[in-house]
RNA sequence: GCGCCUGUAGCUCAGCGGAAGAGCGGCGGCCUUCUAAGCCGUUGGUCGGGGGUUCGAAUCCCUCCAGGCGCACCA
């Protein structure tokens, strides 16, 4: 999606050039406003130079109301330089939906549930699950600001294995002795061991505080103990048999990399397995009325992409349906030494001390500020000191800053129409904030929150030389400039909200 | 061995078919003016190597090198 005022453009240079001319960006202001290389592209199709098209091009340009000079440049771009009243229009549309400025993209409403974290209640939530729940909660937002229906669950084993070694360990500690080796070991452990009964409740309400803390609320909490008793119905319609005692399902026949173990051979506990459990879950949730189930997993879990999608055909649904969904892990170092997150050994550092350390919003900043398939380094020791030069607080500045300006004009009269030619930073300004919409769209489609904070350092860097440059209140142009603080600010807080992290009014 | 991901400025990373970028670091400037958590200047790159496709490749294809992560009747 384009903000309308480009998509206007676009479609009016189109007309008079009989041809289909999108719009970009310049890096370099002296390339214009806005540059076209439609000439380059049209150039093989219609076996004609370049520059020769580009030059019609531009002519056609120049008879476009909005356009007040149009060149070419280089092999056969065409450079745009737009006028006043085109910039005063373009604000008006961003001041008009507010804070809805880019959303709606999504072309069809669908029902989406978006599955993340889902670590097994055995430990509090370590900083890798917090690097899903922060990719997860932030595809979430995506999806709702472009119109989808979202549902965030929280899936896990209430009954496996290793919660059992959990239960065995928090007994030990009850008795005096030391966990089995197997077991789980951190100080958490000796916690839990001080309170009375089962310590899975217990755990799970810590989970949940804490992702509550993390700006991550949860819709519904699935667990597969509950999906393990659909079992039974599920079985026969699947091509299964048995092998070595054990019941296996002939995934390969769907194109899996291997055939599944379903149940376990009686001599290790006849138990069904995660992939059992897996196929009712999927069932399930398609069956529930989601147009669509998103799962987060983490890239150690990668072979789980393609079983799904095995799964999905198993079943007979359509593949798109199902998406998964997958980031690369968060790697913790001490003054350059790296350190292993085993959950067991306890030596990890839990999402409860990262938000302590530097914030919940520091923290979601820097979770989710890099691409799903870069690996993050963290070092923990470094992690307070980014405090102060965290690009959060520069985004984050910039929108306190118009709140003090809008402060104090009060009642003052906010307009879109520039009383002069803008100056440089205004249209700057201006044209980032039409970067927006189709950025956001972007953003959503490719799964990609992180151009999200990237985004939003831009704008703050383009509102901060703006600021710096002219005086707001007080000036000839004082309701323009207001109408422009204003739109900065509802897209910065827009920005802030999509990756979870607060708009403050002061710093 | 097979599969997925990564390799862009000293460091951390964007960009993924159209005119090489940001933050941090380094160096040097700017506060009687709506918040200096700010602004300006400067320093910095055979976009891992080699082939190919294209008018045009950091971006697509092939190959090699380096690193991370997976290929269980674990979860």
Same mark, same amino acid.
């Given at each position: 999606?384009?903000?309308?005022?480009?998509?206007?453009?676009?479609?009016?240079?189109?007309?008079?050039?009989?041809?289909?001319?999108?719009?970009?960006?310049?890096?370099?202001?002296?390339?214009?406003?806005?540059?076209?290389?439609?000439?380059?592209?049209?150039?093989?199709?219609?076996?004609?130079?370049?520059?020769?098209?580009?030059?019609?091009?531009?002519?056609?340009?120049?008879?476009?109301?909005?356009?007040?000079?149009?060149?070419?440049?280089?092999?056969?771009?065409?450079?745009?330089?737009?006028?006043?009243?085109?910039?005063?229009?373009?604000?008006?549309?961003?001041?008009?939906?507010?804070?809805?400025?880019?959303?709606?993209?999504?072309?069809?409403?669908?029902?989406?549930?978006?599955?993340?974290?889902? #670590?097994?209640?055995? /430990?509090?939530?370590?900083? @890798?699950?917090?690097?899903? +729940? !922060? =990719?997860? &909660?932030?595809? %979430? $937002? *995506?999806?709702?600001?472009?119109?989808?229906?979202?549902?965030?669950?929280?899936?896990?084993?209430?009954?496996?294995?290793?919660?059992?070694?959990?239960?065995?360990?928090?007994? #030990?500690?009850?008795? /005096?002795?030391?966990?089995? @080796?197997?077991?789980?070991? +951190? !100080? =958490?452990? &000796?916690?839990? %061991? $001080? *309170?009375?009964?089962?310590?899975?409740?217990?755990?799970?309400?810590?989970?949940?505080?804490?992702?509550?803390r993390f700006r991550i609320h949860f819709d519904t909490w699935a667990l597969q103990?509950?999906?393990?008793?659909?079992?039974?119905?599920?079985?026969?319609?699947?091509?299964? =048999?048995?092998?070595?005692? %054990?019941?296996?399902?002939?995934?390969?026949?769907?194109?899996?990399?291997?055939?599944?173990?379903?149940?376990?051979s009686p001599e290790r506990g006849a138990l069904p397995t995660y992939e059992a459990?897996?196929?009712?879950?999927?069932?399930?949730?398609?069956?529930?009325?989601?147009?669509?189930?998103?799962?987060?997993?983490? %890239?150690?879990?990668?072979?789980?992409?393609?079983?799904?999608?095995?799964?999905?055909?198993?079943?007979?649904?359509?593949?798109?349906?199902?998406?998964?969904?997958?980031?690369?892990?968060?790697?913790?170092?001490?003054?350059?030494?790296?350190?292993?997150?085993?959950?067991?050994?306890?030596?990890v550092v839990f999402l409860d001390e990262l938000m302590d350390e530097v914030g919940?919003?520091?923290?979601?900043?820097?979770?989710?500020?890099?691409?799903?398939?870069?690996?993050?380094?963290?070092?923990?020791?470094?992690?307070?000191?980014?405090?102060?030069?965290?690009?959060?607080?520069?985004?984050?500045?910039?929108?306190?800053?118009?709140?003090?300006?809008?402060?104090?004009?009060?009642?003052?009269?906010?307009?879109?129409?520039?009383?002069?030619?803008?100056?440089?930073?205004?249209?700057?300004?201006?044209?980032?904030?039409?970067?927006?919409?189709?950025?956001?769209?972007?953003?959503?489609?490719?799964?990609?929150?992180?151009?999200?904070?990237?985004?939003?350092?831009?704008?703050?860097?383009?509102?901060?030389?703006?600021?710096?440059?002219?005086?707001?209140?007080?000036?000839?142009?004082?309701?323009?400039?207001?109408?422009?603080?204003?739109?900065?600010?509802?897209?910065?807080?827009?920005?802030?909200?999509?990756?979870?992290?607060?708009?403050?009014?002061?710093?």
């Amino acid at each position: 999606m384009e903000a309308r005022a480009i998509a206007r453009l676009a479609a009016a240079l189109s007309e008079a050039a009989g041809a289909d001319v999108q719009l970009d960006r310049p890096n370099d202001p002296e390339h214009g406003d806005y540059a076209t290389n439609a000439a380059l592209r049209l150039a093989p199709v219609r076996r004609r130079p370049p520059r020769q098209l580009a030059e019609e091009l531009a002519a056609a340009a120049r008879a476009v109301d909005a356009v007040e000079r149009a060149e070419v440049a280089g092999p056969g771009f065409v450079n745009l330089w737009l006028g006043r009243s085109w910039f005063g229009e373009a604000l008006d549309e961003i001041l008009r939906v507010g804070r809805d400025f880019g959303a709606g993209s999504a072309a069809r409403r669908e029902r989406v549930q978006v599955e993340m974290v889902s #670590a097994n209640p055995t /430990g509090p939530v370590t900083v @890798a699950s917090a690097r899903n +729940g !922060a =990719y997860g &909660d932030c595809v %979430a $937002r *995506l999806l709702e600001f472009a119109g989808h229906d979202v549902q965030r669950e929280y899936y896990y084993n209430d009954a496996g294995a290793q919660v059992e070694r959990f239960r065995a360990s928090v007994e #030990a500690r009850r008795r /005096g002795d030391d966990p089995p @080796a197997d077991g789980y070991h +951190g !100080a =958490y452990v &000796d916690d839990l %061991a $001080r *309170l009375e009964g089962d310590p899975l409740p217990v755990m799970l309400a810590q989970i949940e505080r804490t992702l509550e803390r993390f700006r991550i609320h949860f819709d519904t909490w699935a667990l597969q103990s509950e999906l393990e008793r659909e079992l039974p119905q599920i079985l026969d319609r699947l091509p299964t =048999y048995e092998k070595d005692g %054990a019941l296996w399902v002939r995934s390969t026949d769907f194109g899996d990399t291997r055939d599944r173990v379903l149940i376990r051979s009686p001599e290790r506990g006849a138990l069904p397995t995660y992939e059992a459990a897996d196929i009712v879950y999927l069932k399930q949730k398609l069956d529930r009325g989601f147009d669509r189930a998103i799962y987060v997993l983490g %890239a150690d879990h990668q072979d789980v992409r393609g079983w799904y999608a095995v799964v999905a055909r198993m079943l007979g649904y359509e593949e798109p349906r199902v998406e998964v969904l997958l980031y690369q892990l968060v790697h913790l170092t001490r003054g350059g030494e790296k350190t292993r997150m085993a959950k067991r050994r306890g030596d990890v550092v839990f999402l409860d001390e990262l938000m302590d350390e530097v914030g919940v919003d520091a923290a979601r900043w820097y979770l989710v500020s890099r691409g799903p398939d870069q690996t993050i380094e963290i070092d923990v020791d470094l992690a307070a000191e980014k405090t102060q030069k965290n690009p959060v607080y520069y985004v984050q500045y910039a929108h306190a800053r118009i709140a003090g300006i809008l402060r104090n004009a009060g009642s003052a009269e906010v307009g879109a129409a520039p009383p002069g030619e803008l100056a440089r930073e205004e249209r700057e300004l201006v044209k980032r904030l039409l970067e927006f919409p189709a950025l956001v769209t972007e953003a959503t489609e490719r799964r990609g929150p992180h151009a999200i904070p990237l985004y939003a350092i831009r704008v703050a860097d383009d509102f901060h030389r703006f600021y710096h440059e002219h005086r707001v209140l007080g000036s000839g142009a004082q309701a323009f400039r207001l109408g422009l603080c204003r739109a900065t600010q509802d897209l910065l807080a827009r920005c802030l909200d999509l990756i979870g992290v607060e708009a403050p009014a002061r710093m």
